[in-house]
């Protein structure tokens, strides 16, 4: 069994540079946390089972991260999906997954919890406990392996995994993580049995094993024992939220903070999962939000924060929370976006106080192209309030608007999917009468009935039919409209796992083993190996689809998720007489079966709802806060190392690493002029992944005068690991570009034992050297191009540390053709620029200027 150390050591010096975006398995972020593993009583690993660009960002994952390490005797780590050429690489080479804090491999910790965000990330989770060495089915886990728990949306019919899961947390995660966390630290030693029995002991903790199955005759499988009750969160003011937000390397899909401002919602669209399983309606206080706000922007020194939830228009008084949230972060030279908007002009209104950047566009969801077809999902919106909510948002200067709508939804006609492009085409119409450089994109999905919603009895329309509507809506759609559809095979396998019995298990574990993983992105989804894997599962996908009777029992009828089922069928029925449902935190109770449970919490959100409404109508908007100014009154040089794992950073995450540092460390910094004011920092040559260096420098302008002594102390406080300023001076505000004045730079190049002896080295060296030409070619993105080597190569010297042979060289920089230190290297030796051998250590020493063509030091020591 291979230890942690060990793993490290091999991850660091031989994975991570072959791998084509390391920066994804770093583990040494900002505000990540590592323990000593010797002082903790229990080892968490916290999985999301789909790539680190999507899985880091998830807020579900980052609150129980914070959660169980406020607990000094519990360690949670994390761990990502590995992409492709990674998993290879571990494969080829017969090691395990590793967490990425402390690389620990997988297998070894007590506990793994898997995030469920997305049905098709399913055969990725059974590839990261394949990769783990743990038996795939829970039934064939014996007592050392770890607990496999999951939660999260999909949970909400977790008969898909039942076969490989050991228990599924239901409900609001932080409610129930250290109850779990408890069990697991108590119960350690004890037989995994037993274990489970325990687990399933807490309210919201399903366990599939001690569940008895009973087949319909369409052969259905149906657990059969006790309600498991979904979990709440009572007060989301009490509840923990990290505002040490863990900031990655890599850029991610939604690089930002996320601001929990409101949990629930009560709109009621009948296809909506999401609304249907998280009621009532929970809201942080205005008081809360704005502590939450200051400490996410001083924690993490992100550009953005976004003010998230499932209808944010709907907090009780969001006008003071926009107005709040601007006021907080304009300071900080970030921004405040409202990732989900209404349709109307209120929230044009809210969105105007956000962007007093750049107006780039806005997103809305009218769902369906038909009034008629909008009341059967509940969406009461007209066509007339969409053309005026529109025609507002180009009015004030949006070049863009995207609308979102779904095809196949329940009832759906021919004429219904036609109204689609009737209406976009009178968005864009009015649209340029009030800004001729409108824009328009339309995204259309295929309707997925869900579980816990009042269409989990209808059917979903088939990968034929989903084509044909698609093209259809295509052929009258005038051109200038983008029109960006969801793939029909990918909802095709969404429909048949948001709805699946225990069965389709055995068709996920088919298309496991025919090679199936990342699912969700289209360039990896092999559909045929699909349709292998239901045949040979014995199933038909087809019948996953088909619709349900309402007095049928269905796979997930044992969890409770406090709406009930009788309120689903009336809602259900109701859709069948186009009648809206009006939200119930403006009218009156609908039954849904939450205030039976909850009921206290019901008559919070009903009380916040109306005095929100008071508060909101004597608002008045204020005079928002400019932009941080163009003042430039000083420009610092500083001069900085990259050493350890960060050098496997690339030169724009490198980028990203120091605006974000310069935020935390309340640098008074200039921004640039423009729709999207940036810090005015400028760095020398860029450096190569891995290659590590003492001698990388920048330029940076303040508004304010700032002492480099003060300035060096302000960043290394904040700087993650590997980064540290090393010294800085103050320059001539208008100094030439740092890029172009960079002459030179020194590198050392270490071999290992056994590559070349001393005198060797150095014969090669003096041949080199009394070279007058050396000609190579090196291959880039536009083919391949010859470049002479030797005048670019200044000084060239070989010595012996030890049993390592270590190269230094001068290396001349700047325009044109640059020497780099593996060039020389493998000319010197005669390697294949494409072969080259491995562990070689690269590390650039120093960088210099030309002086009245003397070569010295950016900053003389």
Same mark, same amino acid.
Request: charged share 25%.
């Given at each position: 069994m291979i230890s942690?150390?060990?793993?490290? /050591?091999?991850? %660091?010096?031989?994975?991570?540079? !072959?791998?084509?975006?390391?920066?994804?398995?770093?583990?040494?972020?900002?505000?990540?946390?590592?323990?000593?593993?010797?002082? &903790?009583?229990?080892?968490?690993?916290?999985?999301?089972?789909?790539l680190y660009d999507l899985g880091l960002p998830n807020l579900g994952l980052l609150v129980l991260y914070e959660v169980l390490n406020r607990r000094p005797?519990?360690?949670?780590?994390?761990?990502?999906?590995?992409?492709?050429?990674?998993?290879?690489?571990?494969?080829?080479?017969?090691?395990?997954?590793?967490? +990425?804090?402390?690389?620990?491999?997988?297998?070894?910790? $007590?506990?793994?919890?898997?995030?469920?965000?997305?049905?098709?990330?399913?055969?990725?989770?059974?590839?990261?406990?394949?990769?783990?060495?743990?038996?795939?089915?829970?039934?064939?886990?014996? $007592?050392?392996?770890?607990?496999?728990?999951?939660?999260?949306?999909?949970a909400f019919n977790p008969e898909?995994?039942?076969?490989?899961?050991? =228990?599924?947390?239901?409900?609001?995660?932080? *409610?129930?993580?250290?109850?779990?966390?408890?069990?697991?630290?108590?119960?350690?030693?004890?037989?995994?049995?037993?274990?489970?029995?325990?687990?399933?002991?807490?309210?919201?903790?399903?366990?599939?094993?001690?569940?008895?199955?009973?087949?319909?005759?369409?052969?259905?499988?149906?657990?059969?024992?006790?309600?498991?009750?979904?979990?709440?969160?009572?007060?989301?003011? !009490?509840?923990?939220?990290?505002?040490?937000?863990? &900031?990655?390397?890599?850029?991610?899909?939604?690089?930002?903070?996320? +601001?929990?401002?409101?949990?629930?919602?009560?709109?009621?669209?009948?296809?909506?999962?999401?609304?249907?399983?998280?009621?009532?309606?929970?809201e942080?206080?205005?008081?809360?939000?704005?502590?939450?706000?200051? *400490?996410?922007? =001083?924690?993490?020194?992100?550009?953005?924060?976004?003010?998230?939830?499932?209808?944010?228009?709907?907090?009780?008084?969001?006008?003071?929370?926009?107005?709040?949230?601007?006021?907080i972060a304009t300071p900080w030279g970030a921004a405040v976006s409202l990732p989900s908007l209404r349709l109307d002009s209120f929230s044009v209104d809210l969105s105007e106080m956000t962007q007093s950047l750049r107006k780039s566009g806005l997103t809305f969801a009218p769902e369906a192209g038909s009034p008629r077809l909008r009341? &059967?999902?509940?969406?009461?919106?007209? $066509?007339?309030?969409?053309?005026?909510?529109?025609?507002?948002?180009?009015?004030r200067g949006w070049e863009v608007v995207k609308l979102y709508f779904m095809i196949g939804l329940p009832t759906e006609t021919d004429e219904d999917v036609l109204a689609i492009a009737d209406l976009a085409r009178r968005v864009l119409a009015h649209g340029r009468r009030q800004q001729p450089k409108a824009r328009l994109n339309l995204g259309v999905s295929t309707f997925v009935p869900r579980p816990q919603t009042p269409f989990q009895w209808e059917a979903q329309i088939s990968i034929a039919e989903t084509q044909r509507r698609q093209a259809l809506l295509k052929a009258h759609l005038r051109s200038g409209l983008k029109f960006g559809r969801h793939d029909a095979l990918t909802s095709y396998l969404e429909g048949v796992f948001s709805r699946g019995d225990r069965r389709v298990g055995r068709a996920l574990?088919?298309?496991?083993?025919?090679?199936?993983?990342?699912?969700?992105?289209?360039?990896?989804?092999?559909?045929?190996?699909?349709? *292998?894997?239901?045949?040979?599962?014995?199933? $038909?996908?087809?019948?996953?689809?088909?619709? /349900?009777?309402?007095?049928?029992?269905?796979?997930?009828?044992?969890?409770?998720?406090?709406?009930?089922?009788?309120?689903? /069928?009336?809602?259900?029925?109701?859709?069948?007489?186009?009648?809206?449902? &009006?939200?119930?935190?403006?009218?009156?109770?609908?039954?849904?079966?939450?205030? %039976?449970?909850?009921?206290?919490?019901?008559?919070?959100?009903?009380? !916040?709802?109306?005095?929100?409404?008071?508060?909101?109508?004597?608002?008045?908007?204020?005079?928002?806060?400019?932009?941080?100014a163009l003042n430039p009154v000083q420009r610092l040089r500083f001069r900085f190392a990259k050493t350890g794992a960060v050098r496997f950073l690339s030169h724009l995450e490198t980028m990203g690493v120091w605006t974000r540092a310069l935020r935390r460390a309340r640098v008074p910094l200039a921004y640039s002029q423009g729709f999207h004011p940036?810090?005015?920092?400028?760095?020398?040559?860029a450096l190569a992944v891995g290659v590590a260096s003492e001698g990388e420098y920048a330029d940076l302008v303040l508004n304010e005068h700032l002492v480099p002594t003060a300035f060096v102390e302000r960043l290394n406080r904040v700087l993650p690991e590997g980064f540290r300023v090393l010294d800085a001076a103050e320059v001539p505000l208008h100094a030439p570009s740092l890029m172009a004045a960079i002459a030179a730079a020194r590198y050392q190049v270490v071999l290992p034992a056994g590559l070349s002896d001393g005198a060797n080295a150095e014969a090669r060296v003096r041949q080199f050297l009394a070279r007058t030409e050396c000609p190579i070619t090196r291959r880039g993105k536009k083919g391949p191009r010859p470049v002479d080597l030797r005048p670019l190569v200044a000084d060239l010297s070989a010595r012996v540390a030890g049993e390592e042979l270590v190269l230094e060289m001068l290396l001349r920089e700047g325009e044109g053709a640059r020497a780099r230190p593996l060039d020389v290297a493998a000319a010197l030796f005669g390697w294949d620029p494409d072969d080259l051998p491995a562990g070689l250590r690269i590390q650039k020493l120093e960088s210099y200027l030309d002086v009245d063509g003397c070569l010295r030091p950016v900053l003389p020591g």
């Open positions: 942690a150390e060990e793993l490290s /050591r091999i991850v %660091e010096e031989q994975i991570l540079p !072959q791998v084509e975006k390391p920066s994804r398995y770093l583990g040494c972020e900002v505000n990540a946390i590592r323990k000593e593993p010797s002082t &903790v009583a229990l080892r968490v690993a916290l999985a999301f089972p789909d005797e519990i360690q949670a780590e994390r761990v990502y999906a590995p992409a492709p050429d990674l998993e290879a690489i571990l494969r080829a080479r017969g090691l395990p997954l590793f967490t +990425l804090e402390t690389r620990t491999p997988l297998g070894q910790v $007590d506990c793994i919890g898997f995030t469920l965000q997305y049905e098709l990330t399913y055969t990725n989770l059974l590839n990261m406990l394949d990769l783990a060495g743990i038996p795939l089915l829970a039934a064939e886990r014996d $007592d050392a392996h770890p607990i496999i728990l999951a939660g999260g949306p999909c898909p995994l039942a076969d490989f899961i050991d =228990a599924f947390a239901i409900g609001d995660g932080e *409610e129930v993580i250290l109850e779990i966390a408890n069990c697991l630290k108590e119960t350690k030693g004890q037989p995994r049995a037993e274990r489970l029995r325990h687990l399933a002991a807490i309210p919201g903790v399903y366990v599939p094993a001690l569940y008895d199955t009973r087949t319909l005759a369409d052969g259905t499988v149906i657990p059969v024992g006790p309600t498991v009750r979904r979990r709440v969160v009572a007060d989301l003011n !009490q509840a923990p939220f990290p505002t040490a937000y863990v &900031v990655p390397f890599a850029q991610q899909v939604h690089d930002r903070v996320s +601001l929990e401002v409101l949990r629930g919602c009560t709109q009621g669209c009948r296809f909506c999962q999401a609304g249907a399983v998280t009621r009532p309606v929970r942080r206080s205005l008081e809360t939000l704005r502590r939450l706000t200051q *400490e996410s922007l =001083a924690q993490t020194g992100y550009e953005e924060i976004a003010l998230a939830s499932l209808s944010t228009c709907d907090y009780s008084r969001v006008r003071a929370l926009v107005q709040q949230s601007v006021e009341a &059967v999902i509940n969406k009461g919106i007209t $066509d007339e309030e969409l053309l005026e909510t529109t025609g507002e948002v180009f009015r574990l088919e298309a496991w083993r025919r090679g199936c993983r990342m699912d969700a992105w289209s360039e990896h989804l092999d559909f045929a190996r699909w349709q *292998e894997a239901f045949a040979a599962a014995g199933l $038909d996908p087809d019948t996953y689809l088909r619709a /349900r009777s309402l007095d049928e029992p269905l796979p997930w009828d044992h969890i409770d998720t406090l709406v009930t089922k009788r309120f689903l /069928r009336e809602e259900y029925e109701r859709s069948r007489a186009s009648t809206l449902s &009006v939200d119930c935190r403006r009218d009156r109770c609908h039954r849904c079966g939450v205030t %039976e449970q909850a009921k206290a919490l019901c008559g919070t959100m009903q009380r !916040q709802s109306r005095f929100g409404a008071k508060e909101e109508a004597n608002w008045r908007l204020p005079e928002l806060p400019p932009r941080p940036q810090p005015k920092l400028a760095f020398g040559t």
